[in-house]
């Protein structure tokens, strides 16, 4: 019998240890008997271009990348997917010998993820987005692309916001002017980090005029559920925390690697065993 050589996998950024992409790589791995193995690798803002050169030269086949190089590797790579290059950002390098392919499989992964909670004309919906850093970027970026025009960003530096709806019929709204028309909305996305474990009792929004209609969508996927989600089923919202997007961009990694597609379930039990809850 030959033994299988291992196949390396693993993500990138800084910081690196709360990173869940191991425990869900490696569960897919073992449960397909695949003789592979994904890992954290902390890798400095400033040491970007030698680390992603030692895993290369140690044989990895590709990894995720995650903040704060989701632009800056863009400057390493042999050949970018039209659709991240139109994001702007890349999350996945597929490294074939010694080139280097990336794609983004946050927006893409995000869009499955919406279709659980939304998915009937989705093409009409009119959305809120909270925030415009590079999650929100590939989120809005993939509204665009698929068609969806009702599209409202609103962010605490507007010039961010405004460069990311440049030469598209979204608007850009003030905080205020969010929270005063909150009830419009079909979806209402949280794409900042308010509500994470450092300000657990903060909330991107004020839900006052928030209604039962509207579907609550937060990115954030520890904690499980934030207040802003709290608040939306305290008024009849149907909610997604961020754990789909999160297994969904995941297994498109996962394919893209090995062409195989991973259990999302299995996917799913092992962040939320991981996270204690549901
Ligand atoms: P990022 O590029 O740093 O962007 C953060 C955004 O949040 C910016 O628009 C920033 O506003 C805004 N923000 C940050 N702190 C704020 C505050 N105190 N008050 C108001 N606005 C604030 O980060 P990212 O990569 O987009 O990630 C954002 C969140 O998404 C994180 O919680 C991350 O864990 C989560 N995420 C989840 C998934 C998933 O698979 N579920 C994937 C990617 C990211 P300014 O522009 O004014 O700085």
Redesign the pocket.
Known sequence: MFEQPLSKYAVIGDPITQSLSPDIHNACFHQMEMEANYDAVHVRKEELAPKVKSLIQSGYKGFNVT?PH?VDIIGLLDEIDPFADAIGAVNTVVVEGSSLKGYNT?GP??YQALLQVHPFNLKEANILVI???????AIVKTFLLKGIKKVSVT???AG?AEQLLEGSSGLLLSLEEAEANLGQYDIVIN????G?VQ?LHAT?ISTEHLESHTDVVD???NPLMTKFLKQGVEKGCTIQN??P??IY?AALSFELWTGMKPDLSLMKKTVEQKLGGK
């Open positions: 903040i989701k946050d992964g995000f925030g415009a850093g590079g999650a929100a970027r962010n605490r530096t961010k794409t900042t980090p308010i994470m300000n991107p990115i954030i996927y961020g754990v997007m999160f961009q």
